[in-house]
C-alpha cells in the first residue's frame, strides 16, 4: 500500500523528459529572455504615484474662501470606527452659525475607512489623495485643524468622483 | 628563499586577497542585480551609480552590527568555523593560473598567481575543498541548535557525496593533459583544443558537482530559509555571518576560474588557433600576458553569471533526490566518463 508501483513518473515521462536537461534548457532560455525585457520599477522618490479620484487618502477638511465648510455637527466623530475625530462646536457670525473651534484627527487611529466623508452633511470633510505621512513622535500624529484645512481647488478630483457615484 | 622571493609573496598575496574580498562582495551585488532582471526589476541602484557602492554599505553595516553568540553554543569552534570557511577558500586562489608570468626579477618569472606550477596543482583544490567541509560541518554542530545542526550535516553530506564525482570528472582532463600541474593542462588546450570539446560530460558534471560544493542553488537546501531557518549560519551574525557569506561567494569564484582553468583553457583567448600567430604578439609580451589575463576573468566571471541564473531558475532538490542524484546517477556516469576517456586517449594517442 506504500510504494506506487504503476503510473510513477519514471513511466509517464519520455526519455528525454527524464533526463531533465532538455527542461532545465528550457527554463534556463525564459529566465534569460525575461532579462532582456523592461523593468516596471517606479523609481519612487524621483516618480510618484498619482491616485485616481476614488483613493482614499488621509481625511481633510474642505477651505473655501471664507473659511472651513465644517459646522461642527460632530457626525463624523460619532461615526468613525477608531474614535480617531475630537471636535468642540463655538458660535461664530456667518450664516451656518456653527464652527469647529478645535477638530482634531490622530491619524494614529485614523483607518482611512472613508465613513467621516460619508456622513457628512455638508461635504466639509472628505478622504483626499495624500499617502505619504511621515510623524516624528506620537504627538505630531495628531493633526489639529491648521494641518487639515486644504483648499477647495486641490480636492477637485475626489469632489467629482463623491459626485458621480454617491 | 631571497628576500625578493619573500617580498613578491607577501605582495601577491595582498593582491589575490584583496582581489577576492572585491570580487566576493561584488559578487553579491552582482548576484542582486540579475535576480532583480529576471523578476522585472531593477536591483539596488540608490547607493552608488547603478547601485555599484552598496557592496561597500552591505559590508559595512555587517561590521557594526552586535556580535550574537547563543549561550549554550561552544564559543570556540563557533568563532573557528567561519574562519577555515574563509581560509580555504583564499587558499585556494593561491593556485589558480591567472595568466603567464609577467615579472622576472632575480632570474625567477613571477605572475599574479602565487604558485600556479605547482606539479599536483588541481590535486590541491580538491584537497581544500575537502577541508572546507569542516567550515560547514563546525559551524552548523556548534551552534547548538537543531536546525543548524541538520543544516550543517546535510550540507556535510552533500558535500562528501559529490566531491567523488568531482574528483572522477578531473581525471578525465588529467587523463588527456598527462599532468595534475594546472600550467601544464592550459598549455595542452593552448596548442589543442580547449578540453569542453573533448569532455563535454566531464564539464557538464564538473559543473554540477561544482553547484553542490558550493552549496548553490538548486542544491542549497543546507541553508534555505523556509527549509531551515538558514541552515548551519542561522545563528551568525555580524562579521562572522559576512565572513561565511562572503567564503560561499569566493568559493563560487574559485570554482569558476578552476572550471575555466580545466576546460575553457585558461588565458587561450581563440578556441582553435594558435593565439600568437593570429593576433600578431609574441607568446609571453606584455600584451600577450594582459589578454591572457583579461580572457580569463571573463571566462571566469561568465561562468559566476551562469552559476548565478541557474539559482533563479531552477527549483531546489528535496534531500532524498539530491543524495541520489549524487550516488546513483553523477557517480556511475562520472566512472563511465573516465573509462571512455581512457579508452579514447590509448586509441588516438
Redesign the interface.
Known amino acids: 500500500m506504500a510504494n506506487i508501483t504503476s503510473n510513477t513518473e519514471s513511466q509517464r515521462l519520455t526519455f528525454w523528459e527524464k533526463i531533465y536537461l532538455p527542461e532545465i534548457a528550457k527554463g534556463l532560455s525564459l529566465t534569460f529572455r525575461q532579462m532582456l525585457k523592461p523593468s516596471f520599477t517606479r523609481q519612487y522618490p524621483e516618480e510618484r504615484w498619482n491616485p485616481e479620484g476614488s483613493y482614499r487618502g488621509r481625511p481633510v477638511l474642505v477651505l473655501e474662501e471664507d473659511g472651513e465648510r465644517c459646522v461642527a455637527c460632530g457626525l463624523c466623530s460619532r461615526v468613525c470606527p477608531a474614535l480617531a475625530i475630537e471636535v468642540r462646536a463655538a458660535e461664530t457670525e456667518k450664516d451656518k452659525e456653527r464652527y469647529p473651534e478645535k477638530f482634531e484627527i490622530n491619524m494614529l487611529r485614523c483607518i482611512y475607512c472613508g465613513f467621516c466623508e460619508e456622513v457628512c452633511p455638508e461635504e466639509a470633510i472628505v478622504m483626499s489623495k495624500d499617502y505619504e505621512l511621515v510623524f516624528g513622535s506620537q504627538e505630531e500624529g495628531i493633526l489639529g485643524k491648521e494641518k487639515l484645512l486644504i483648499p477647495v481647488a486641490q480636492l477637485q478630483d475626489r469632489l467629482e468622483f463623491l459626485r458621480q457615484w454617491r | 628563499m631571497s628576500l625578493t622571493n619573500l617580498i613578491v609573496i607577501f605582495v601577491q598575496a595582498g593582491i589575490l586577497v584583496n582581489m577576492m574580498l572585491m570580487a566576493a562582495a561584488y559578487m553579491v551585488l552582482a548576484e542582486r542585480k540579475?535576480a532583480?532582471?529576471?523578476?522585472?526589476?531593477?536591483g539596488p541602484?540608490r547607493v552608488g551609480p547603478w547601485g555599484l557602492f552598496q557592496s561597500f554599505s552591505d559590508v559595512f553595516k555587517l561590521y557594526l552590527k552586535e556580535d550574537i553568540v547563543p549561550a549554550a553554543a561552544d564559543y570556540k569552534f563557533h568563532a573557528l568555523a567561519p574562519v577555515i570557511a574563509i581560509g580555504v577558500a583564499v587558499t585556494t586562489y593561491a593556485i589558480i593560473p591567472f595568466s603567464a608570468p609577467l615579472l622576472e626579477l632575480d632570474g625567477v618569472q613571477y605572475g599574479l598567481a602565487m604558485a600556479p606550477n605547482m606539479n599536483i596543482g588541481i590535486l590541491a583544490v580538491l584537497a581544500m575543498t575537502s577541508v572546507g567541509v569542516y567550515g560547514v560541518a563546525l559551524a552548523g554542530w556548534s551552534s547548538n541548535n537543531k536546525y543548524s545542526l541538520m543544516g550543517g550535516l546535510r550540507s556535510a553530506a552533500q558535500m562528501i557525496s559529490y566531491e567523488l564525482s568531482m574528483g572522477l570528472a578531473v581525471i578525465g582532463v588529467v587523463l588527456i593533459a598527462g599532468s595534475l600541474n594546472l600550467v601544464e593542462i592550459i598549455q595542452v588546450q593552448t596548442r589543442g583544443v580547449w578540453f569542453v570539446f573533448l569532455q563535454p560530460l566531464g564539464f557538464l558534471l564538473f559543473f554540477i558537482t561544482a553547484l553542490a560544493e558550493t552549496n548553490r542553488a538548486p542544491f542549497d537546501l543546507p541553508e534555505a530559509e523556509p527549509e531551515l531557518v538558514g541552515g548551519y549560519h542561522t545563528e551568525y551574525s555580524g562579521m562572522k555571518f559576512g565572513l561565511l557569506y562572503l567564503a560561499e561567494y569566493a568559493n563560487i569564484l574559485a570554482s569558476s576560474a578552476i572550471m575555466a582553468t580545466l576546460f575553457l583553457g585558461g588565458w587561450d583567448v581563440i578556441p582553435f588557433v594558435d593565439d600568437s600567430t593570429i593576433l600578431g604578439f609574441a607568446p609571453n609580451s606584455l600584451p600577450m600576458v594582459l589578454l591572457g589575463h583579461v580572457a580569463f576573468l571573463s571566462k571566469s566571471f561568465a561562468l559566476v553569471f551562469v552559476f548565478i541564473?541557474?539559482r533563479?531558475?531552477?527549483p531546489r532538490f528535496r534531500y532524498d533526490q539530491l543524495m541520489n542524484l549524487g550516488w546513483k546517477v553523477l557517480l556511475p556516469l562520472s566512472l563511465v566518463n573516465v573509462i571512455l576517456t581512457a579508452l579514447g586517449v590509448l586509441l588516438f594517442d
Open positions: 540579475i532583480a532582471w529576471i523578476q522585472n526589476r531593477v541602484n541564473w541557474i533563479w531558475s531552477l
